[in-house]
Structures are given as structure tokens and as C-alpha cells.
């Protein structure tokens, strides 16, 4: 049993079952980096405070970094018997330099040192996924400015409503991933805070420098409180948070790209490498990628109910339950990355297929708010209007036209104030450029909004 780091307490034999059970080995692996760093940081400071002899450090520091050596190279063996990621390295260090690696936890627990690993994790990562989702703001930018005299059909109730810019309706997506990357912006208020020093949950007796391990490892602040510092996951609970409206975003901009791309829409075609074929239909070309950032965007929403399941039950300060916040973060984290430079490519491949999308404006009842507010122009109230335009666009259902194909008699059965100037107004370039409130589709509104885009940038 002394096998064990905690053996000393312990007389039965371990169950090999048991331990694979136990250990978080297969999955907190990825976090040496960040466990070598803090516990770089932790001997150092031990040292200038007098805790271990600088030889001792020297000699840890080294031990450190050969074990990090022997990994990178894919020597360092690992083992569930020794649980987690910090044990299996205090171990591998200890067989490098005999004893004086035992001296490295002193004054730290697992549960300081594992959430100093997962501030540091989860700090480099949102850095990565706040330059992706830049990085796909900036496709789109480009896709709204190449395309600025694209008009396609708006909709609501997935009904034609009125008809849009392309680049308008793309460049929603930009301020969503806006507001996305400001919300993981702040969130590091709250996740660049070093618990290291918290101990296992009171502090220690040791005279340690929390501020120089801080300084250390770079974060901003430290926890004022030992017992807050070792069982707080809200900054984990965040970033899930964070991440699954990212992950509702690309999904939403998913399930649009999916209906452009069916042949009924037809409105883009995307590139080869990022669609797939049917083992069975040889005429197939599905949108795979897009219908699996819209099914992926259910694992990460998964995984922030989890973690606040996880939460909610349980009391101060440590438990091991706790060693389940991170596979559902660590699959969130490699899913929004993922997802965010699919999109990017295949946003940054696709065609428009801009002669379907003229033939497509021309061919619907989009035009009838324009119809409604002309009749305004001229004086009528817009209830009344709104009930003259609905029946004429019943009378042009039933005689299978649209409103451009009506003639002046025909508007003027249904009100008199309508003038041969009506048929200026029908054009799906005209309906949508006169919309030139701030924020609206008119080729000017939008040509400022992509200005402020690129400002916010
Ligand atoms: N593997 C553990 C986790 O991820 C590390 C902390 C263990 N602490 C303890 N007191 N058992 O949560």
C-alpha cells in the first residue's frame, strides 16, 4: 500500500478496478503543462522563503523539467494507481531525484494545485477561442463587403418577409460572436486569480508568499479566501456558459446554411471539402459539417447542465466530485475550436448563387410592406393600408401573379391613391435600399455598419 502517496493511513490492498475507477489519470494529462508551471512556481517560492534550500530547488526545478522532457518525448509512463496528473508527476520526480522531490508539496494540497492547473487552463484556452472567434468575424466581414449587392429574401416564421442584403443578414452572425468574444473578455476577471497557497483548505503554517506565486504565474490577482480559493468552479460554469452560446450561434448559422444549401433554397453552393457524399445515393452532396456543429452544440449545452448539477449539491470546500468538471470542459474547449474553424471554412469557400437569389426576390410578396407604407405616404393611415395591401395580395395569389405584374387599374380597384409611381417602389433594390434607418438593410445603413465592424476589430 505505500505504493500510494497517502499509503501511510492505509493497510488493505489497492483493487486495480478500483483505482481505474478513482483516477482522473486518462483525462487530466493534458494539464502537465500547466501542473509543471505552477509547481515550478510553488518550489521557487518555497525557497526564497525559506522553506527548502535553493540546492533543493535547483535540484526540483530540474527534476521538473526532465519529466517534462521525458513526456514530451512520450517516455513518462503513467499510472492509475497514482490517480492524477499531479501524483503521477510527484512521483516521476521523486524516482529522478530521490527524496528531496517529496519536499516539493510542501505547503500544498491536490486541491490548491489542481485548481491552479485549471485557472491556467482555462485562461490560455479562452485567449485561443477569443482569436477564433476573431478569426471568424473577420471571413465574415469579408463575405459581407464581397458581396454587398447581394439582396436575398428576410425572413420570420421562416416565411419571406422582407426582402434583405446578404451582407446584412451575414453580418448578424458578426455581432453575435461580437458580444460572444466580450463575454469571454470578461470572464478572465474571474478565472486570473491564483488559489495556489489555499492549501487543502484553511491556508498553511508554512511563511509562504501567495503574491510571488501570483507574480509568477502571471495572474492578476489571488483568492482572499482559502476555502473559496480550493471549491470555486463558477469560472468554470462560465466558460461553459460562454462556450455554449458560442456553440447556439454556429449552430443557428448552421441550420441557415443547411437550408440555403437544399435544393428547394439553393441559395449557396459549398465547396466539396466541406461537404460529404451518400454511401448509397450517388447523387448527394450533404452539409455534414454544418449538421455537426448544430449536433456538437448539444454536447457542450450537455456539459454546462452537468456542471451545474455537479455544483449545486455540494458543500464546502473540496469533494471529489470535483474531479469531474473536466472532461465537459476539456470536449467543450476542443469542440468550440473545432467548430469555429469549420465554420470559418466553409463560410470563407462558399458561393453564392446570386442568379437564383435575384429570381428569388423578384418572385414573392417581400415587397408588400413598401406597398403598405407608399399608401402611408399618400395620406392613409397604415391599419388601413396594411388591410389594402392584404387584399391585394389575396386578388394576386388567386390570379397567380405577383404585385409587380398587376396593373394600375387593377391596384386602383383596391385604393384610389394609387399612381403609376407604385411600380418604382416594387423593385426588391429599391425596397431594401430605402431602408435607411441606422442599423436597417439599405446599401448605406450597411455600408456604415460594416465601418463599425471594422472598427470594433
Ligand atoms: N484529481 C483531482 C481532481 O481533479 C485532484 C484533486 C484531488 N484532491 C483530493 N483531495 N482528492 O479533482
Same mark, same amino acid.
Request: cysteine-free; overall charge negative.
Given at each position: 500500500m505505500t505504493e500510494k502517496a497517502w499509503g501511510g493511513r492505509f493497510q488493505g490492498e489497492a483493487i486495480e478496478w478500483v483505482d481505474d475507477f478513482n483516477a482522473s489519470i486518462h483525462f487530466d494529462k493534458i494539464l502537465i503543462d500547466m501542473d509543471i508551471a505552477s509547481s515550478v512556481a510553488h518550489a521557487k517560492m518555497l525557497a526564497s522563503n525559506h522553506i527548502i534550500t535553493d540546492s533543493e530547488k535547483d535540484q526540483i526545478i530540474d527534476g521538473l523539467n526532465a519529466v517534462l522532457d521525458d513526456y514530451n518525448q512520450g517516455h513518462l509512463e503513467f499510472s492509475t494507481q497514482h490517480e492524477d496528473i499531479h501524483m503521477n508527476i510527484e512521483r516521476a520526480l521523486i524516482s529522478k531525484i530521490g527524496d528531496t522531490g517529496g519536499k516539493l508539496h510542501t505547503a500544498r494540497s491536490r486541491n490548491d494545485q489542481v485548481a491552479t492547473d485549471m485557472h491556467l487552463y482555462v485562461k490560455g484556452r479562452v485567449h485561443e477561442m477569443i482569436e477564433r472567434i476573431e478569426s471568424l468575424q473577420k471571413t465574415i466581414l469579408n463575405l459581407a463587403k464581397e458581396n454587398i449587392h447581394?439582396?436575398?429574401?428576410?425572413?420570420?416564421?421562416?416565411?419571406?418577409?422582407?426582402?434583405?442584403?446578404?451582407?446584412?443578414?451575414?453580418?448578424?452572425?458578426?455581432?453575435?460572436?461580437?458580444?460572444?468574444?466580450?463575454?469571454?473578455? &470578461?470572464?478572465? *476577471?474571474?478565472? &486570473?486569480?491564483s488559489p495556489l497557497g489555499a492549501g487543502a483548505i484553511s491556508g498553511t503554517?508554512?511563511?509562504? +508568499?501567495?503574491?510571488?506565486?501570483?507574480?509568477?504565474? /502571471?495572474?492578476?490577482?489571488?483568492?482572499?479566501?482559502?476555502?473559496?480559493?480550493?471549491?470555486?468552479?463558477?469560472?468554470?460554469?462560465?466558460?461553459?456558459?460562454?462556450?455554449?452560446?458560442?456553440?447556439?450561434?454556429?449552430?443557428?448559422?448552421?441550420? /441557415?446554411?443547411?437550408?440555403?444549401?437544399?435544393?428547394?433554397?439553393?441559395?449557396?453552393?459549398?465547396? +466539396?471539402?466541406?461537404?460529404?457524399?451518400?454511401?448509397?445515393?450517388?447523387?448527394? *452532396?450533404?452539409? +455534414?459539417?454544418?449538421? =455537426?456543429?448544430?449536433g456538437k452544440s448539444a454536447r457542450t449545452a450537455g456539459s454546462l447542465m452537468s456542471m451545474l448539477m455537479l455544483l449545486k449539491g455540494l458543500p464546502l470546500t473540496y469533494n471529489k466530485d470535483m474531479q469531474e468538471d473536466k472532461e465537459g470542459l476539456f470536449d467543450a474547449v476542443t469542440t468550440v475550436n473545432g467548430s469555429l474553424q469549420i465554420m470559418n471554412g466553409m463560410l470563407g469557400t462558399m458561393v453564392i448563387n446570386e442568379k437564383i437569389l435575384k429570381k428569388t426576390v423578384q418572385e414573392?410578396?417581400?415587397?408588400?410592406?413598401?406597398?403598405?407604407?407608399?399608401?402611408?405616404?399618400?395620406?392613409?393611415?397604415?391599419?388601413?393600408?396594411?388591410?389594402?395591401?392584404?387584399?391585394?395580395?389575396?386578388?394576386?395569389?388567386?390570379?397567380?401573379?405577383?404585385?409587380?405584374?398587376?396593373?394600375?387599374?387593377?391596384?386602383?380597384?383596391?385604393? /384610389?391613391?394609387?399612381?403609376?409611381?407604385?411600380?418604382?417602389?416594387?423593385?426588391?433594390?429599391?425596397?431594401? &435600399?430605402?431602408?435607411?434607418?441606422?442599423?436597417?438593410?439599405?446599401?448605406?445603413?450597411?455600408?456604415?455598419? =460594416?465601418?463599425?465592424?471594422? *472598427?470594433?476589430?
Open positions: 447581394v439582396i436575398m429574401p428576410g425572413y420570420t416564421h421562416l416565411q419571406r418577409a422582407q426582402p434583405v442584403l446578404f451582407s446584412h443578414h451575414i453580418m448578424a452572425y458578426f455581432w453575435m460572436l461580437k458580444r460572444d468574444k466580450e463575454r469571454f473578455w &470578461d470572464s478572465l *476577471k474571474r478565472i &486570473d486569480i503554517t508554512f511563511n509562504i +508568499d501567495r503574491e510571488q506565486t501570483r507574480e509568477i504565474l /502571471e495572474f492578476a490577482d489571488i483568492y482572499q479566501n482559502s476555502m473559496d480559493a480550493v471549491s470555486d468552479r463558477d469560472y468554470i460554469v462560465e466558460t461553459l456558459s460562454n462556450i455554449s452560446l458560442v456553440m447556439v450561434h454556429l449552430s443557428r448559422l448552421s441550420e /441557415e446554411i443547411i437550408f440555403w444549401m437544399s435544393e428547394e433554397a439553393d441559395f449557396i453552393t459549398l465547396s +466539396d471539402q466541406f461537404t460529404t457524399g451518400s454511401s448509397m445515393m450517388p447523387q448527394k *452532396k450533404n452539409p +455534414d459539417m454544418a449538421e =455537426l456543429i448544430r414573392d410578396f417581400s415587397n408588400a410592406t413598401e406597398l403598405a407604407d407608399y399608401l402611408v405616404q399618400k395620406g392613409v393611415s397604415f391599419r388601413k393600408a396594411h388591410e389594402v395591401v392584404g387584399k391585394v395580395v389575396l386578388k394576386s395569389i388567386n390570379e397567380g401573379k405577383y404585385l409587380k405584374d398587376l396593373s394600375l387599374e387593377e391596384f386602383k380597384q383596391e385604393h /384610389e391613391r394609387i399612381e403609376t409611381d407604385v411600380f418604382d417602389i416594387l423593385d426588391p433594390k429599391i425596397v431594401v &435600399d430605402r431602408r435607411k434607418s441606422s442599423g436597417g438593410t439599405g446599401t448605406e445603413a450597411v455600408l456604415k455598419q =460594416l465601418d463599425a465592424a471594422e *472598427k470594433s476589430l
